[in-house]
């Protein structure tokens, strides 16, 4: 396969499992169409406190652990050992095997070339005797443990992340189930967390933050469906909210059954997002959520919402 080799900044999940943690990858490089993420540090920290989280809830041999091993540049060599954690599979009580991992600290790969053995009643003593020693910079290891694999014999099941030319970390990649992480518009469709813009123009990080905005942008999308011209709309929350007049510029659309492009069932689903989003709305709303009040004698709660610029895609 040809990859692009071109990384972007983006997020990544496991279903509602893992995630959503940001990354940098390659789209292109796919595993069964799955991705593979590199993660910087602070991702990889989240990463394994969830992974961690994981092991206790469902057992030990049912998930992979990450683990963050802190040392400094200058430190004596030490040993870390991994204990397994109970096995949902197994015997009551039964819990996986403890892996040590021996760190050269001093190496000029600051660690990275660190060794993983079983965990023996030796390498458990080097562990208690040595410890994390020295005042230069900090360092860390990172380690992959595949327990159920661990669990059979395997000396492959646990293994060292080295990081990238960028200091990323690549973890899971050709292996776990990765694919994007998605964010919603207030317009209902969902997007993959790099794609900033959606269709209807909004973009991720202009989304309305009320309820009222929200039903804005709901309302606009409701009614273009049948006037793609409209651009505003005034609502009356007298009693009831409701759609009393559409605009396309200065320019009053018909809303009558008979005569208006409108159906009694579209306008009545516009209807139906107002008031939800005014049940659900909080005092103060109405002045952060862009609705423009409308002097009317006959209505004191009348208000123009604009609806979001028409798409060009």
Not at 291 to 299: F, G, K, T
Request: charge should be negative; aromatic fraction near 8%.
């Amino acid at each position: 396969m040809n990859h692009t080799h071109q990384m972007i900044t983006t997020r990544v999940c496991i279903d509602d499992t893992l995630g959503p943690f940001d990354c940098q990858l390659d789209p292109s490089n796919r595993w069964n169409g799955w991705l593979s993420p590199h993660f910087t540090l602070d991702a990889a920290r989240e990463l394994s406190a969830q992974t961690l989280r994981l092991a206790d809830e469902y057992g030990h041999d049912t998930v992979d652990t990450i683990h963050i091993i802190e040392g400094r540049e200058d430190s004596q060599d030490t040993v870390h050992v991994i204990e397994g954690g109970p096995s949902r599979f197994h015997e009551a009580g039964a819990t996986s095997p403890a892996v040590a991992v021996h760190v050269p600290w001093r190496n000029p790969n600051r660690g990275t070339n660190a060794s993983i053995t079983h965990a023996s009643p030796q390498a458990r003593k080097a562990a208690r005797k040595r410890k994390v020693t020295g005042r230069a910079a900090r360092r860390v290891v990172v380690v992959h443990v595949r327990w159920q694999y661990l669990d059979e014999g395997s000396d492959t099941a646990a293994d060292i992340v080295r990081p990238d030319a960028e200091g990323l970390y690549p973890i899971g990649g050709w292996e776990w189930t990765w694919h994007f992480a998605s964010w919603w518009c207030a317009c209902g469709r969902n997007s993959a967390w790099h794609k900033t813009e959606c269709w209807c123009s909004l973009t991720r990080d202009n989304q309305p933050t009320t309820p009222l905005g929200t039903a804005s942008v709901k309302v606009g999308q409701i009614l273009r469906t049948l006037a793609p011209e409209a651009t505003s709309a005034l609502v009356d929350l007298t009693n009831l909210a409701h759609v009393c007049a559409v605009f396309a510029g200065e320019r009053e659309i018909d809303t009558a059954d008979d005569t208006g492009p409108f159906d009694s069932g579209t306008l009545g689903s516009a209807d139906e997002a107002l008031r939800t989003a005014w049940d659900e709305a909080d005092a103060g709303d109405l002045a952060t959520s862009g609705w423009e009040h409308v002097r009317d004698e006959q209505s004191a709660a009348l208000y123009r919402i604009t609806f979001q610029t028409t798409p060009t895609r």
